[in-house]
């Protein structure tokens, strides 16, 4: 069975303050293994290095009290309303 798709939510203050320091963490990590992704010489290890970034991001987000599930949703949230991404990029600025 496929994954259920993320729920789309409407999260709280507190919420997005976990998310915003979830998903910096996350885009520093995709930013460590993306050269060694490209540098990988076939797709066994290209597997196992997306993995291990796979893994250390799960630990990002949980690290920050929130469920992958929680994450993603509020991903979803973000990309789907200007209001709530423009409450983002203000959080962001502060």
């Known amino acids: 069975a ?8 409407q999260p709280t203050d507190e919420e997005l303050e976990r998310y ?10 995709a930013q460590e293994y993306q050269p060694q992704l490209e540098q990988a010489s076939d797709d066994a290890a290209r597997q196992q290095i997306m993995q291990e970034a796979d893994e250390k ?14 994450y993603n949703g ?7 309303d200007a209001e709530l991404r423009n409450k983002v990029e203000q959080m962001l600025n502060q």
């Open 2 to 9: 496929a994954p259920a798709a993320p729920e789309v939510v």
């Open 74 to 80: 509020i991903s979803l949230a973000i990309q789907q």
């Open 57 to 70: 991001m799960v630990a990002a987000v949980e690290e920050d009290g929130l469920s992958v599930e929680e």
């Open 20 to 29: 915003i320091g979830a998903a910096q963490k996350v885009a520093a990590v």
